[in-house]
Nanobody, 126 residues
Framework: QLQLVESGGGLVQPGGSLRLSCATS????????IGWFRQAPGKEREGVSF????????FYADSVKGRFTISRDNAKNTVYLQMNSLKPEDTAVYFC???????????????????WGQGTQVTVSS
């Protein structure tokens, strides 16, 4: 079993930055690809970003490309999502999820993720 815990959310003004963390425990997360998803009120959960277990491939939703950066530190069992130039439309609960499969361009397929965290709230408002 792999446990995932998100942290780093909060209230930030438009144009500000936050760094989300997804800490893993329970088993070695090195072999898992990690995806970040978000769900805004009244909307479906959507894919934000993805990083392969070997860090050699990353993907981003068009809406965050150029503003968000995903990275991982396997020594710390943590995956990060650096979010810059935040906009009100980035407001959502952000989740990280782990998949033993290298989903590649299918990274948005939520049913292919094995483990999910509980989420952390990000609110972008003035």
């Amino acid at each position: 079993q792999l446990q995932l815990v998100e942290s780093g959310g909060g209230l930030v003004q438009p144009g500000g930055s936050l760094r989300l963390s997804c800490a893993t425990s329970g088993e070695t997360a090195d072999y898992y690809a990690i995806g970040w998803f978000r769900q805004a009120p009244g909307k479906e959960r959507e894919g934000v970003s993805f990083i392969h277990s070997s860090e050699d491939s990353t993907f981003y939703a068009d809406s965050v490309k150029g503003r968000f950066t995903i990275s991982r530190d396997n020594a710390k069992n943590t995956v990060y999502l650096q979010m810059n130039s935040l906009k009100p439309e980035d407001t959502a609960v952000y989740f990280c999820a782990a998949s033993i499969i290298d989903l590649g361009r299918h990274w948005r397929s939520q049913s292919d993720y094995d483990y999910w965290g509980q989420g952390t709230q990000v609110t972008v408002s003035s």
